[in-house]
């Protein structure tokens, strides 16, 4: 054997002994699948020692950090559309349409509290200052608050005030934190992407949700109603609704029914989608992973929370697709 062949070797033996990162991406519901790309590294026998996250990626990194990725797990297997329309308290008064105090409360079910700096795995998450758009590093300090403020998507949820700054979507700025994963330590770092796929396929499909079409027809049936007496009492009548039924007004508007004419969510995703697969492919252009997987999530929408299960399947198939270059990249 020649020398540069016992050099690769034992670079490659280095390389192999080295700390792995992952940086989870961002894509709100498509970052389900991160859940089982983290499971199926497990099965291989990869289990990263620093996590950052942005967004979503934010939200399952903590539950990785904490020990509580199959809690989870089950948690987002079990969602059903109406779990998710109950977390929304809508609100037209404050930075966004979701208020964001359910989302809290969500966070609080799902992830411990806890500081960042206590939990068994390295865990940072990625935020975006407002009023300078300065990309933000959440390393220190309350866990939720880290993960309340990187999940802040603008236009859908309120902006999360931290230290006397409003912090929102770490995705404006760090769709995958790769560089903050090495800036953590990282010798080898697994970026995972949401976004790969999913250009121009941003509108909403055909099939209607037999929920959303629910809450569709009793919205209907209940404005009918309204139609009767004078304005000033229609008006008093609709401040007064349940939110059940703000929701469901809201809802309607947010997904619209006209498939020529895109709805809210279906502008704010298209022009998202855009926005973070272009920066991503110019962060990691400048400070490339050693491993990206690309999981195939153009079948799900912004907001389909209830498709974990075709999210987390979607992961673990991603990995196996992976599998060569993973094993040739990091010893199990």
């Excluded at 806890?114 to 940072?124: G, K, L, Q």
């Excluded at 009492?233 to 059940?244: F, G, P, V």
Aim: hydrophobic share 40%.
């Amino acid at each position: 054997m020649s020398n540069d062949d016992v050099n690769k070797k034992l670079d490659k033996a280095n390389f192999n002994n080295a700390r792995i990162g992952i940086a989870l991406g961002s894509g709100s519901a498509r970052g389900w699948a991160h859940i089982g790309v983290l499971q199926a590294l497990k099965k291989m026998g990869i289990e990263p020692h620093i996590v950052a996250g942005s967004s979503i990626g934010a939200l399952v990194g903590a539950a990785y950090a904490g020990d509580q990725l199959d809690d989870m797990e089950t948690m987002v297997k079990a969602l059903k559309w109406k779990d998710i329309v109950g977390y929304l308290d809508m609100s037209v008064t404050g930075g966004g349409l979701v208020q964001g105090d359910k989302i809290a409360d969500f966070l609080r079910e799902h992830v411990k509290e806890a500081d960042i700096e206590s939990m068994p795995h390295r865990f940072a998450a990625v935020a975006t200052d407002l009023g300078n758009g300065r990309e933000v590093w959440l390393q220190q300090g309350d866990l939720l608050e880290a993960v309340r403020a990187s999940v802040a998507l603008p236009g859908l949820f309120t902006p999360h005030k931290q230290n006397n700054r409003w912090l929102v979507d770490g995705g404006l700025v760090d769709p995958i934190p790769v560089s903050l994963c090495r800036a953590m330590g990282a010798e080898i770092v697994i970026a995972v992407s949401l976004n790969v796929d999913i250009i121009g396929k941003h509108s909403r499909p055909n099939h209607v949700h037999e929920n959303e079409r629910a809450i569709d027809e009793s919205t209907e049936k209940q404005l009918a109603v309204e139609d009767e007496p004078d304005l000033w009492d229609r008006i008093s009548n609709q401040l007064e609704k349940a939110t059940h039924l703000r929701k469901n007004i809201l809802l309607s508007r947010l997904f619209g029914k006209k498939e020529e004419v895109p709805g809210l969510i279906d502008v704010l995703a298209g022009s998202l989608n855009i926005m973070q697969d272009r920066i991503s492919r110019s962060r990691m252009a400048g400070d490339p992973p050693d491993i990206i997987l690309a999981p195939r999530l153009s079948h799900i929408e912004l907001m389909e929370f209830d498709r974990g299960r075709d999210a987390i399947k979607e992961g673990v198939a991603c990995v196996e697709r992976m599998r060569a270059e993973l094993e040739y990249t990091v010893s199990v």
